[in-house]
C-alpha cells in the first residue's frame, strides 16, 4: 500500500458504490480511496442510514486487495480497518475514544464514526474488499440523533477534513501492514472496545444491563447479561443502547 490515488468527488450516492461502478469500468485499482463532500444514499451496517452535512465530514471508501487472506480470516480486516479510524480519531480529540461492535467509533457514549465493509469471496478466499468510512469532522447539529458527536463539538477547533483523510491513510498503512499480526490486532481491539465495564443491550425488545465480553473471530459478540449470564450473538440479533 506503498502509493494511494484519493478520488474526490463532489456528490454520490454512496461512496462504497462509486467504487463499485469505477470498480465495473476498470477505472480503479488496489489502494485507491474515493472522497465525497456529499452522499444522499450513505448506509452502515444492516442497511441503516447514514446523515452527512455537505462539505463537513469524511465519507470515503478504499479498494483494496489484500494478499492470501481467507473468508474464515474476515474478523483481521474488521480489527485493522476498527483500529485504523481509531487511532485516528484520537489523533485530534482528547476524549475517550471506543470502537462498539459491530463498526461504530464512539466518543465517549455518542458515535463519531460508522464503518461499513464488503468482501469480495472467490474461492473462500477474500479476493477484495471496500472499505466505507464516515468521520463526523465539523458538523455540529445532528437532526434526529441525539447521539452523534463530531472532531468539531470535541475539540472546539474547525479541522481539515484532508488532514483526517491523510490521517487515515497512514493508519491504514500501518494496520495493514501488521494484517498477520492477529494476536496483537486483536489484544488492541479488544482493549478499545466499548461496553466492557457495562452497557446497555437491546435484546428481543427488552433493555437489559449488562457488559461486553469478546468479539468472537466469526463476528459474534460474547456479552454477559446481568439476567442471563454469558451467551453468543450475531449483529442483527443483539444491539448495545448509547
Known sequence: ????????????????????????????ISGHIV????QYGGRGQLSNRWYS?????LLCSLYYIFPKITSNQ?????????????????????????????????????????????NTIRSNKIYSTIIGTGININQIIFRNLPNATSIKQSSKKDISVDSVLN??????????SNI???????????????????????LNGENLKGKVVEVIENGQIKVKIDSKGISKY???????II
Open 1 to 28: 500500500m506503498s502509493t494511494i490515488k484519493i478520488i474526490k468527488v463532489n456528490a454520490t450516492r454512496s461512496t462504497n458504490d462509486k467504487v463499485k461502478m469505477l470498480i465495473k469500468s476498470k477505472k480503479i
Open 35 to 38: 472522497s465525497s463532500k456529499y
Open 53 to 57: 452535512s455537505y462539505g463537513k465530514n
Open 74 to 118: 474476515a474478523y483481521s480486516i474488521n480489527y485493522a480497518v476498527s483500529l485504523s479510524v481509531l487511532k485516528t480519531v484520537k489523533k485530534f480529540i482528547s476524549d475517550q475514544v471506543f470502537i462498539k461492535w459491530p463498526n461504530d467509533i464512539m466518543a465517549g457514549d455518542k458515535k463519531i464514526s460508522g464503518i461499513l465493509i464488503e
Open 167 to 176: 490521517e487515515l491513510i497512514k493508519n491504514y498503512k500501518f494496520y495493514f
Open 180 to 202: 498477520n499480526n492477529l494476536e496483537e490486532l486483536s489484544k488492541e481491539y479488544h482493549e478499545n472496545l466499548y461496553g466492557l465495564d457495562g452497557c446497555t443491550f437491546l
Open 234 to 240: 450475531n449483529s442483527g440479533d443483539i444491539k448495545i
